[in-house]
């Protein structure tokens, strides 16, 4: 898999996917106005936060995560990713986008 872009509303604002060379996951990177806002790595096994860029999205807002999987299209790319949430230990779905590294939470 090379890259891949997803457009949302103008042509100025998208999100680009690509394999990660560290690790065996991938890195999404989110572009604004055509000025990278933030990177996540995104690797099974890695925590993350919850937290969507859209301020009326809430489910699940603020809650921490490890990702398990990630659900793939008929192409193998990863559209969305299953997540098991440290508060309660059940499994969910969320939006790749809305994924935030610990890390960078805490700076």
Do not use: W
Request: proline share 2%; hydrophobic share 30%.
């Amino acid at each position: 898999m090379e890259s891949i872009q997803r457009y949302n509303g103008g042509l100025s604002d998208y999100n680009n996917l690509r394999d990660s060379d560290k690790t065996s996951g991938y890195i999404f990177d989110k572009i604004r106005n055509g000025v990278m806002v933030s990177s996540v790595d995104l690797t099974i096994g890695g925590h993350y936060i919850i937290e969507p860029e859209n301020q009326k999205k809430l489910k699940h807002r603020g809650r921490k995560c490890t990702l398990i999987t990630f659900e793939t299209d008929k192409l193998d790319n990863p559209i969305r990713a299953k997540v098991r949430f440290d508060d309660t230990n059940r499994d969910g779905m969320v939006e790749l986008s809305d994924l935030v590294n610990i890390l960078e939470d805490k700076k």
